[in-house]
């Protein structure tokens, strides 16, 4: 989505003075579509509103800082090669590899990498993220509301104003979520003790951990750096919009300009270190790669890529489209590093799968196909670092 149609959609929003509305209307606006497309439009829009609230320009506000550095562009994405020889299409011809090293929701199971099994109250058709908190369970919903469950699958809170997004820090000891305009931050394990509680206000967008901060979008205007406990802020400097951060390090990717550009910075030293036509979606859990996504089919890719996070080098890609095939989730990487997870669908048939892509290039499924659930994905994986 170009800055054009972001602006008028933000302008809508500033003649109601209402930006809760905006964001509920926006997610709904997006059900049954693609989570990936869902967490993108939905952070663009806000970011731009938020500017305009404000009353500052969105043309200065926009504007990548400087670092005075020109760093060299990042590989653009290519055409696929075409071959004159047949091609299998689909998820046929794709040979099964081992089950996934991550906890997955498939129905209304969790399974976990050991073969333990987990029951929600809801299933994967209406779950767009979970996690484990509190001896229970937080979960985003398809239409971005939050929802906390304790252990005895009691219901302990409930929004609908659009949260979007929960956050695991790199020791996985932590949660962080947004709920009714406040960003929170729990211990996982705990039953709420050392919870913190800063309000935000209700533009604030969760992207995740940056070491012990968070990174918001529009709190309180362009992508910040925010310390949970004080409060403190500081600018993510050269992004527009941030996409992802690397929980355990200090890089966060994102878009940087009205061409939706990539582009990955170094908060520590306040320097960009790539930009180019992928735009960076995952960090892997140690932060040195990346799974990103070409701008040119930044909504609903068709294709997917590896790069080393610093240099945004393509180690690895994957055509969807190749294959007609389709993002249908959330991809995750697995504890390794050396693989990513994605859900797939079939674009002309009706089984779908989850898909393995290697840092090597090896492409494996990690599950069995099965049908299709209209546009919904048949696999949801618990939030990672």
Known sequence: MNHEQLLREALAAKATEASVDLTL?????SAGRRRWQTRRRVGAVLAVAAALVVGIPAAILLRPAGDGVSPAPAPS?????????????????????KDPQVAYLHGREVH???????????????????????????????????????????????????????????????TAFVYGGHLRVGIATGMGQGESDLPVGNNARLVGFLG?????????????????????????????????????????????????????????????LWTGDWVPDAFSPDGSRVLAVPVSSLNEPDEVAVLDARTGTVLARFSLAARDLAAAGRPVWEPSGDAVLFDVRETQGAQQAVLRLAVDGTVTRATDPAPLNGDAPGWVFATRP
């Open 112 to 174: 976990q990498p050991d073969g333990t099994t987990a029951r929600l109250p809801y299933g994967s058709s209406f779950v767009a993220g979970f996690t484990a908190y509190h001896g229970g369970w937080l979960l985003l919903d398809d239409l971005g509301g939050l929802r906390q469950y304790d252990n005895t699958g009691a219901l302990v809170l409930r929004s609908q104003t659009g949260e979007a997004a929960l956050a695991v820090s790199a020791d996985q000891m932590r």
């Open 25 to 29: 209307d926006d997610i709904r606006r």
């Open 212 to 272: 012990d901060s968070v990174v918001l979008n529009g709190y309180p205007d362009s992508p910040h750096v925010v310390d949970p406990g004080t409060g403190h802020t500081a600018r993510v400097p050269g992004l527009e919009i941030a996409w992802c951060t690397a929980a355990g390090g200090d890089l966060v990717g994102g878009t940087v300009d009205s061409d939706g550009r990539g582009r990955v910075v170094s908060t520590s030293s306040a320097r960009t």
């Open 77 to 97: 994405p290519t055409a696929p090669t075409t071959s004159s020889s047949p091609r299998p299409e689909g998820l046929d011809g794709i040979a099964r590899g």
